[in-house]
């Protein structure tokens, strides 16, 4: 019958604990009833033996006196002819019969006995015999063994200890282990009241740098990120809802008042502007699903990338205003080309939007790391919405007049990438215009290694907009067509099925 398995940490340990201390205990008691034991006989026998061989010298002589004196502590004394008689004796060994019946041989005259009596106690023995002549006679020398040694009481009492040191030492592990493991119990309490809903709540910390105390701090670490996240995933689900609310509120007003007024109201411009607010809804729709994406895709091997090369590809994109390129050679990273391509689009996009005349893009290696500097000679960016333009829909004011269609979510994924690929992205100071500067770590540095780059996203943050894809269309668009808006609505839904299926420079999936 299997046994049942215990569930308690305390229970185990203590049981094992117990068993450890049963084992140790037994083997040390049975050593120290050896070892004490045999003490006490090696002392006996160091007592008797003397006597033993004082009288056997005096029987040789021929001068045993019929009452043998003796000592406090030997007081048993006999010398025993060859027959068993008992010829002479000490006070306390007359009238009885001889200690022994066994006589050394002649070849070994001095020996060591134990003789036990019914009544259950023992004599220690020296016996020597007095010469090698077969009718020498044997001097006996005795002494009762200890009271400890008697009716096995030295082994009953080591039990007895064994036994008390068992329980004290099962007791007090019992209760270090509970010690310990009220930490975690409060632990598990804590977490048991922690809901999604309310995380701001966190486990007690016990004081110290053990396991227990590290996996406090550590949960308590984990449910600040989960909360920072969940907040973030509401404000995000938040702005998201009002941006899309915004657009299709507009949408459905201008439905409506030509489906009411259909006499007042231009048809022409009704459907451009629903396709101009369609257009915008598709951009947002686009980035959260490629989000979704990115999200459920599994990380890409990272490949060798030639930065300059890169940029130097993405300058060439028509788009407006020049960009100059200065990159040099050798430039190596490691990372997912297909990322790297979305933010180095999207800078371009970015600078080529907001700039005046031109766009400069300088790309070189500085202390271990690969920086590629976007600047244009535009308006620039207050040091005060620096940080704020890699917010998820967040667009300046500059940034609505010149592109109203856009959704906000660019710059923000072009960090996430660079996040991704163990990099940074952020604004710097620029005597003129915004200063764009990427920096990742070039290929042998020891955050890209054999691993995979994490092209993922992280929890609170969002993927690059399709701003190649999205500049194609409104170029097409703002492009003359006689045949107006509904024409240049079929040919916009053939550009976007062509970009799909790779027939265009639009989007890279």
């Known amino acids: 019958?299997?046994?049942?398995?215990?569930?308690?940490?305390?229970?185990?340990?203590?049981?094992?604990?117990?068993?450890?201390?049963?084992?140790?205990?037994?083997?040390?008691?049975?050593?120290?009833?050896?070892?004490?034991?045999?003490?006490?006989?090696?002392?006996?026998?160091?007592?008797?033996?003397?006597?033993?061989?004082?009288?056997?010298?005096?029987?040789?002589?021929?001068?045993?006196?019929?009452?043998?004196?003796?000592?406090?502590?030997?007081?048993?004394?006999?010398?025993?002819d060859a027959r068993g008689r008992v010829v002479d004796s000490s006070r306390q060994a007359e009238g009885r019969p001889s200690m022994s019946t066994v006589r050394p041989p002649a070849d070994n005259r001095f020996q060591?006995?134990?003789?036990?009596?019914?009544?259950?106690?023992?004599?220690?023995?020296?016996?020597?015999?007095?010469?090698?002549?077969?009718?020498?006679?044997?001097?006996?020398?005795?002494?009762?063994?200890?009271?400890?040694?008697?009716?096995?009481?030295?082994?009953?009492?080591?039990?007895?200890?064994?036994l008390l040191l068992l329980v004290l030492g099962t007791w007090m592990t019992w209760g270090v282990v509970g010690r310990m493991l009220c930490p975690v119990a409060a632990i598990r309490a804590r977490m048991a009241e922690i809901t999604v809903s309310d995380l701001s709540l966190r486990v007690p910390t016990p004081p110290g740098e053990d396991e227990i105390a590290l996996l406090a701090r550590t949960a308590n670490q984990t449910l600040a990120r989960l909360e920072g996240a969940v907040e973030q995933q509401r404000r995000f689900a938040s702005t998201t809802s009002h941006e899309l609310r915004?657009?299709?509120?507009?949408?459905?007003?201008?439905?409506?008042?030509?489906?009411?007024?259909?006499?007042?109201?231009?048809?022409?411009?009704?459907?451009?502007?629903?396709?101009?607010?369609?257009?915008?809804?598709q951009a947002i729709v686009d980035d959260l699903l490629q989000l979704a994406r990115l999200r459920a895709a599994?990380?890409?091997?990272?490949?060798?990338?030639?930065?300059?090369?890169?940029?130097?590809?993405?300058?060439?994109?028509?788009?407006?205003?020049?960009?100059?390129?200065?990159?040099?050679?050798?430039?190596?990273?490691?990372?997912?080309?297909?990322?790297?391509?979305?933010?180095?689009?999207?800078?371009?996009?970015?600078?080529?939007?907001?700039?005046?005349?031109?766009?400069?893009?300088?790309?070189?290696?500085?202390?271990?790391q690969a920086v590629v500097a976007v600047v244009d000679d535009g308006a620039g960016i207050a040091p005060a919405d620096r940080e704020r333009v890699f917010e998820r829909f967040t667009r300046l004011a500059d940034g609505r007049r010149r592109d109203a269609?856009?959704?906000?979510?660019?710059?923000?994924?072009?960090?996430?990438?660079?996040?991704?690929?163990?990099?940074?992205?952020?604004?710097?100071?620029?005597?003129?215009?915004?200063r764009f500067v990427l920096r990742l770590p070039l290929s042998g540095a020891e955050h890209v290694g054999a691993e995979h780059?994490?092209?993922?996203?992280?929890?609170?943050?969002?993927?690059?907009?399709?701003?190649?894809?999205?500049?194609?269309?409104?170029?097409?668009?703002n492009k003359a067509d006689p045949g107006g808006p509904i024409r240049k609505a079929i040919r916009l839904r053939r550009f976007w099925a062509s970009s799909r299926n790779g027939r265009s420079g639009g989007c890279r999936p």
């Open 1 to 80: 019958m299997p046994v049942p398995r215990m569930r308690s940490i305390r229970a185990r340990y203590t049981t094992v604990v117990a068993a450890l201390l049963l084992v140790i205990l037994t083997t040390a008691g049975v050593g120290f009833d050896l070892a004490i034991r045999y003490k006490l006989q090696d002392d006996i026998f160091g007592d008797v033996e003397p006597v033993a061989s004082q009288w056997s010298a005096v029987a040789r002589s021929g001068s045993v006196p019929h009452v043998i004196p003796t000592s406090a502590n030997v007081g048993l004394v006999q010398v025993v």
């Open 112 to 162: 060591r006995l134990a003789e036990c009596s019914a009544q259950g106690g023992c004599v220690m023995i020296a016996a020597i015999r007095v010469s090698p002549a077969p009718d020498a006679p044997v001097v006996y020398a005795g002494m009762a063994e200890p009271h400890i040694l008697r009716m096995h009481n030295l082994e009953y009492i080591l039990s007895a200890s064994v």
């Open 246 to 281: 915004t657009p299709i509120a507009g949408l459905r007003a201008q439905l409506e008042e030509a489906l009411l007024y259909p006499g007042d109201v231009d048809l022409r411009e009704t459907v451009r502007g629903a396709l101009s607010t369609t257009g915008r809804l």
């Open 298 to 368: 599994d990380p890409a091997p990272p490949e060798p990338i030639d930065l300059g090369a890169l940029v130097r590809q993405e300058a060439a994109q028509p788009g407006g205003v020049p960009v100059d390129v200065q990159a040099a050679s050798g430039v190596q990273v490691q990372g997912s080309r297909i990322q790297l391509i979305r933010v180095i689009g999207n800078l371009l996009s970015n600078a080529r939007r907001h700039a005046d005349t031109a766009v400069r893009v300088r790309v070189e290696s500085v202390g271990g």
């Open 405 to 434: 269609g856009g959704s906000g979510l660019g710059l923000a994924i072009s960090r996430d990438i660079a996040n991704a690929h163990h990099g940074t992205l952020r604004v710097e100071d620029s005597p003129r215009g915004a």
């Open 453 to 477: 780059v994490d092209t993922e996203p992280a929890v609170t943050e969002r993927p690059v907009s399709c701003s190649r894809e999205t500049a194609g269309w409104r170029l097409f668009w």
